[in-house]
């Protein structure tokens, strides 16, 4: 019935930020490639690929009857 007021703190805000990134969202965007980077490395490495190997070699072997 009433219209809800915004708080008055976030007129501005919601007003203003039209598609601009902020350093917040870089440092995110980098902080994310960052870790997705080291992830990608090393699931391409050699250790990774023997535990991940020895892991389903082992659930298997559990599974077999």
């Known amino acids: 019935m009433f219209p809800h007021p915004k708080p008055i703190f ?3 805000f919601l007003e203003d930020d039209a598609g601009m990134v902020t350093p917040e ?3 995110g965007m980098v902080t994310a490639l960052s ?3 080291v992830l ?3 699931a391409r490495s ?3 690929r023997e535990t991940l190997t020895g892991l389903v070699d082992r659930a ?3 599974a077999a009857p």
Request: hydrophobic share 55%; aromatic share 22%; net charge negative.
């Open 35 to 37: 870790i997705g980077l």
């Open 60 to 62: 298997l072997a559990l």
């Open 25 to 27: 969202y870089s440092l």
């Open 46 to 48: 050699e250790t990774f």
């Open 10 to 12: 976030l007129n501005n």
């Open 40 to 42: 990608f490395i090393y």
